[in-house]
C-alpha cells in the first residue's frame, strides 16, 4: 500500500501530552517562548497530509480551541459511538467506527497518500496494527508527573531509526523517526 | 547547600530505563551499533562525579554485569532493608536507608560536590524532594511498550531548562536538561 501514516505531536520529557483530563496548560504556557514566525515545521508538515484521523478526545479539544486549525484538509474522527459534527465542518469532517486498516484501506482507495494520525489512542492503536510509517515528537521542557501518555503497550518491541533531530532555542527538541519493521 | 545531583540514563522512546523484570537487553542490543570507542560522554561525566546513589534493585543489575564500572568512586546503596555488600567491594559500596536529604546533606559534609543518582525509584525520590540539578537522557529508539519507567508521578510541574542535545549516527539522541525551580 502506498501510503504513510504519521504521527506530529508534542510530549512533556515524561511522555504526557495531555494532564489526565485533557487540559494543555503547560503546553500553552510553553508556546508563550516561542517566536510568533516558529511553527517547528507544523505548516510544511500539513502540506504534505492528505487527511488526518484522530479520536473523539482530541476533536473535542481542537473544537474548544475556537479556531479550527486544519484548514480543508479531511478529518476522521475514530470513535465507537456516533458523533454529532458541528455544521460548518460537516463538510470536512466524517466520523468512523472502522478499524485502523479498514480506514486506511478506504483512505487509500481514494488517493490518500499521506495520513496524519492524532490523539494518543488513535497514535496507539495505529501503532499496534504496524500503519505508522514515522513520528515527529517534540519534547517539551516540563516532567509533569501525570496524564495521558503517548505511547501504551504493544505486543512486541518496535525498532525505530532515528532520521533528525531539532533542538529549538527557546528548549524544545523534536526528534524524527522511521519505524523499522514497517515498511 | 553547594552540590549538585544529576542524572544520567539512557531510556527507551516510550520512557523506559528496563523491562519489566529489570532486563536490559535492547539496551545491550542497541550498543551493538555503537562504536568501540564511543561512550556518549559517559566518561567525562564520571570524572566529575564524587559519589554515586543508586537502589538495590540497579545495585544487583550492575552486580550481574560482572564487571564492576565505577572505578573506586563511592557508591551509595539505598534499600529500607540491611544490604549484603561483596566483599570485594566493600571499601567503596555502602548501604544507607536515610532520606535522599538527609544521604545529600551527610555527603556534602564529606566535601561530596555532584551526586550522581542512577536507578528509577531512586532518581524518582531525589526528584519530588527537589534534588535534582540536571538529567541526561540517552533516548534508544525503540518502543518497548511496557517496563520500569524513569518518571514518576510528582507533586507539582517541574519546569526544565534545556541545555544541550546531540543525536549520534548510530540513532541514539541525548539532551542534557537543567531543573529550573531548583537552583
Redesign the interface.
Known amino acids: 500500500m502506498n501510503q504513510i501514516a504519521s504521527v506530529y505531536i508534542a510530549t512533556s520529557?515524561?511522555?504526557f501530552i495531555a494532564r489526565e483530563d485533557g487540559d494543555l496548560d503547560?503546553l500553552t504556557a510553553a508556546n508563550k517562548s516561542v517566536p510568533e514566525d516558529e511553527d517547528c515545521g507544523f505548516y510544511a508538515f500539513m502540506k504534505t497530509v492528505d487527511a488526518l484521523i484522530m479520536g473523539r478526545k482530541t476533536f473535542e479539544k481542537v473544537l474548544s480551541f475556537g479556531k479550527w486549525p486544519y484548514g480543508d484538509k479531511p478529518v476522521i474522527v475514530l470513535s465507537r459511538n456516533k458523533l454529532e459534527i458541528p455544521e460548518n465542518l460537516s463538510r470536512i469532517v466524517s466520523w468512523s467506527s472502522e478499524s485502523p486498516q479498514e480506514l486506511s484501506n478506504r483512505l487509500a482507495k481514494k488517493g490518500a497518500k499521506r495520513l496524519y494520525i492524532d490523539g494518543g489512542i488513535t497514535i496507539q492503536r495505529f501503532?499496534s496494527a504496524g500503519l505508522v510509517k514515522d513520528l515527529t515528537?517534540t519534547?517539551i521542557?516540563?516532567?509533569?508527573?501525570?496524564g495521558r501518555?503517548?505511547?501504551?503497550?504493544?505486543?512486541?518491541?518496535?525498532?525505530?531509526?532515528?532520521i533528525?533531530?531539532k533542538?529549538y532555542d527557546f528548549?524544545?527538541?523534536q526528534?524524527t523517526?522511521e519505524v523499522e519493521d514497517n515498511a
Chains 1, 2 share one sequence.
Open positions: 520529557l515524561d511522555g503547560w501503532l515528537i519534547v521542557p516540563v516532567i509533569l508527573g501525570r501518555p503517548l505511547f501504551g503497550d504493544v505486543k512486541h518491541d518496535i525498532s525505530l531509526r532515528h533528525v533531530t533542538a528548549g524544545f527538541v526528534s523517526y
